[in-house]
């Protein structure tokens, strides 16, 4: 359908008290026009920083950013300020991982949804209060009249992911990126949680970014999926091809980490140890001490993204010294 969102070469150094990190390194992802695309991971691998430089929301005199990003054929990282604010929550909007400190407990729900219509299109009190009320109907929060005047402590969680993602529909925009919008919810709450954002994305022909640790969230809702571990992408393709045939190690213990059905009384698959400090680059594969069959080319040698299709499936491409194996353990 053709890319509306192409991150290339993007890096991300962010200043510390305890000296440099280096959170986002050398990554390229591509999201096309009305498609869902995972990007996932365990905490701490780089994920929100890339979708928060998408955004422009870091504090920039903390933070060295190189690389692209090219949104409707404008580069995000060349914009100014106010330019960026044209954008942001008007072309790309955001499903922030807990709805309880996106929204300003001292306003009410339905005015913090209006500001988006007041501020973005120059609605009226009264206009945008009346496609607010539409709004918050649209996204299952009734009654949406008696609702629209409550404040956030007085809304389950569920209920208030359902408020941050009628202000992120809002006006309509090409794309969502939704930053582990589930995590703090129960499993039946996900569930709906998912389940709406999918049907909006149907309804609206939204391009969702999906920000995750879990590959089962990906494998409900995305179409294509990335990788990403100690700030780089691993392996992207489409979800079927990663989840049938992953290419990288790290891919693939991830997948085996998913609980079974059916599989009570089973010991749960782990990944051991835990995702590097980046204070310092990384000389070989990042994912090296913790994988399983490592070797010593992995310690000292970083491996290349390289192609892989139309053997492994369309658009398929993977960083690991042997791919093949992977496929094949």
Do not use: W
């Not at 106010?82 to 309880?100: H, L, T, V």
């Not at 306003?107 to 988006?116: F, H, P, S, T």
């Not at 009249?145 to 969680?157: K, M, N």
């Amino acid at each position: 359908m053709g890319a509306l969102l192409e991150v290339s070469g993007l890096s991300v150094e962010i200043m510390t008290t305890r000296g440099v990190v280096n959170a986002v390194r050398d990554v390229n992802l591509t999201v096309e026009k009305g498609m869902a695309h995972g990007l996932v991971g365990e905490s701490g691998c780089g994920k929100s920083v890339t979708a928060k430089t998408i955004m422009g929301l870091h504090e920039r005199r903390l933070v060295r950013i190189k690389g692209r990003i090219i949104f409707e054929g404008n580069d995000l990282l060349s914009l100014t300020g106010k330019q960026m604010e044209n954008i942001r929550g008007r072309r790309i909007g955001m499903i922030f991982q807990d709805p309880a400190t996106a929204l300003n407990p001292l306003y009410k729900i339905g005015d913090q949804v209006a500001e988006v219509f007041v501020r973005h299109f120059g609605d009226s009190k009264t206009g945008a209060k009346k496609k607010t009320l539409a709004l918050l109907e649209r996204v299952g929060i009734l009654p949406a009249e008696v609702r629209y005047s409550q404040y956030p402590f007085e809304f389950s969680g569920g209920m208030l992911q359902r408020v941050v993602i009628a202000a992120a529909i809002a006006s309509n925009p090409p794309l969502i990126i939704a930053d582990e919008p589930t995590t703090a919810l129960d499993v039946t709450i996900q569930a709906q949680i998912l389940e709406l954002l999918q049907g909006l994305q149907h309804e609206l022909g939204l391009a969702i970014l999906l920000i995750t640790h879990n590959f089962g969230i990906v494998s409900e809702i995305c179409d294509q999926v990335s990788v990403m571990y100690a700030g780089t992408i691993l392996e992207t393709g489409s979800k079927k091809d990663i989840l049938l045939n992953p290419l990288n190690r790290y891919s693939k213990a991830l997948i085996d980490s998913i609980p079974v059905r059916g599989g009570a009384g089973q010991s749960m698959r782990t990944i051991p140890g835990i995702p590097p400090e980046l204070f310092e680059r990384l000389p070989g594969c990042p994912f090296a001490p913790r994988c399983v069959s490592s070797s010593e080319i992995c310690f000292s040698e970083q491996p290349r993204m390289a192609a892989f299709s139309p053997v492994y499936g369309e658009n398929r491409s993977a960083a690991c010294h042997f791919p093949e194996e992977a496929a094949r353990i």
